[in-house]
T-cell receptor, first 117, second 116 residues
Framework: AQKVTQAQTEISVVEKEDVTLDCVYE???????LFWYKQPPSGELVFLIR??????QNEISGRYSWNFQKSTSSFNFTITASQVVDSAVYFC??????????????FGGGTRVLVKP | DTAVSQTPKYLVTQMGNDKSIKCEQN?????MYWYKQDSKKFLKIMFS???????INETVPNRFSPKSPDKAHLNLHINSLELGDSAVYFC???????????????FGPGTRLLVL
């Protein structure tokens, strides 16, 4: 069975600090997909990134970067030079690669990031 | 030009009532989903449909019944509402033309349901 753990429930930083969100996953599939979503205070779920299990390259998008390490089953997310607008709950999610799994997303419990001015 | 839309945004109702939440996507996607987010922000899948066919049916009380009149719509009907049904319900869609796993799911704005 698939499982996603986000051990940090809440992180508070001061603006311009960097913040790293941890995500550890469990799956028996060799093919799987990892995602990050952002849920700002307004409540919608915003897609940030998708990664497949065969692509371990780290990715950078503006102030956001992701570190995928299969050896430790982790897919961590870093916000560099945080801003108040980054305040949100961030979810890591996993989809297994088999058709039987039906593209079911299993979410972690979320990490609330509070960026103070 | 909203990609995935849900109505209503808020729903307040009495225990025992029956209610429906509608979802529509204009992305041309083949698969649609319903997720439930509880008061602790935990998100869990309920159902998914691919081209009007039920694909995922998690352990959900049979008071919940999804209905997909076409691939652009997936509605959620809930009978005999209970206090524990209070949550935010999210609709999502993805492009899974051949049932390809791992496609990105795009979410609607959510429907906040409060059962009194």
């Amino acid at each position: 069975a698939q499982k996603v753990t986000q051990a940090q429930t809440e992180i508070s930083v001061v603006e311009k600090e960097d913040v790293t969100l941890d995500c550890v996953y469990e799956t028996r599939d060799t093919t799987y997909y990892l995602f990050w979503y952002k849920q700002p205070p307004s409540g919608e779920l915003v897609f940030l990134i998708r990664r497949n299990s065969f692509d371990e390259q780290n990715e950078i998008s503006g102030r956001y970067s992701w570190n995928f390490q299969k050896s430790t089953s982790s897919f961590n997310f870093t916000i560099t030079a945080s801003q108040v607008v980054d305040s949100a709950v961030y979810f890591c999610a996993l989809s297994e690669g088999s058709r039987a799994a039906g593209n079911k997303l299993t979410f972690g419990g979320g990490t609330r990031v509070l960026v103070k001015p | 030009d909203t990609a995935v839309s849900q109505t209503p945004k808020y729903l307040v109702t009495q225990m025992g009532n029956d209610k429906s939440i509608k979802c529509e996507q204009n992305l041309g996607h083949d698969t649609m989903y319903w997720y439930k987010q509880d008061s602790k922000k935990f998100l869990k899948i309920m159902f998914s449909y691919n081209n009007k066919e039920l694909i995922i049916n998690e352990t959900v009380p049979n008071r919940f019944s999804p209905k997909s009149p076409d691939k652009a719509h997936l509605n959620l009907h809930i009978n005999s509402l209970e206090l524990g049904d209070s949550a935010v319900y999210f609709c999502a869609s993805s492009q899974d033309r051949l049932g390809t796993p791992g496609e990105t799911q795009y979410f609607g704005p959510g429907t906040r349901l409060l059962v009194l």
